[in-house]
């Protein structure tokens, strides 16, 4: 199969808040007011654990299908930390990003203990969220003046 | 600086589309129409881009604040490309997840090209989500059952 290029662009609409186009559909992402964000939306790392949540589920639906299990329901709660050190210009040896990101999965269909652990690991070795989390990934960040020179 | 728990529970609304809570925020994610989806948010690997997006124009605001720069306006593009064959079930050799990820920034500053690179060099060192996607991280994928048990 061919490569697929998905894109967004983001702006900072005021301080903390930030607007992100993504095809037809626009995010807003935000810090809380406890810590000087307006609130308007979910924090840059419950985003990335949100995309997480939805891609393990996404292959939950293709992998039942495959399999012709009747998926009845399911759900994921995730837990991440980090040290917020890094992030804000203080002291550490601590990495800034989540040290640690664990998820719960509860699927609701006929299979035994052993037949969900089996569709559970094949599911995780196909969600490529889970890939770019757990494997590096290249990323380049580089200025505008960079690109068009 | 103590460790920061992240949190967030999705669950499955119709097929691909999934709602996330994360705090008091929802968060709507699907995939779109063509490839079987209902159309009615992001698609999740979109959700890891923008919340990339929006984690490095927090960081700039942040960083700017400490070099006392006026940041007139910050934005910023992202791209990743990946081969959806392995979600699919396809044979492939490739990963799953983005083969790699560009991120191309705008900053409306009053700082020279030197200055901005310089800039840019410390915000995304300092930027968990890319700390994330850039390195490894542990992650834990289990079900509820074994938890409880």
Redesign the interface.
Known sequence: ????????????VD??Q?E?E????S?T?D??RAVGGN?A???????????????????????AQ?RCVE?R??????????????????P?ED?????????????DADMT?AE??DF?AA?????????????????????????AA
Request: charged share 20%; aromatic share 6%; proline share 6%.
């Open positions: 199969m061919a490569l697929k290029k998905f894109s967004v662009e983001g702006k900072i301080r903390f930030v992100v993504a095809g037809e559909h995010i992402i810090q809380p609130g939306g979910p924090c840059p790392v419950e985003y990335v654990l949100a995309g997480f949540a939805a891609c393990i589920l996404n292959v939950m639906y293709v992998v495959e998926l329901g399911a759900s994921v709660r995730l837990e991440g930390d980090l040290n917020p050190a890094k992030f804000m210009g203080k550490t990495r800034p990003g989540f040290q640690e990101i664990r998820l719960v999965a509860n699927i203990l969900k652990e559970l599911v995780e070795a196909r969600c490529p969220v889970s890939d770019n989390l757990a494997s590096t990934t290249p990323v380049s960040v580089v200025l505008e003046e960079k690109v």
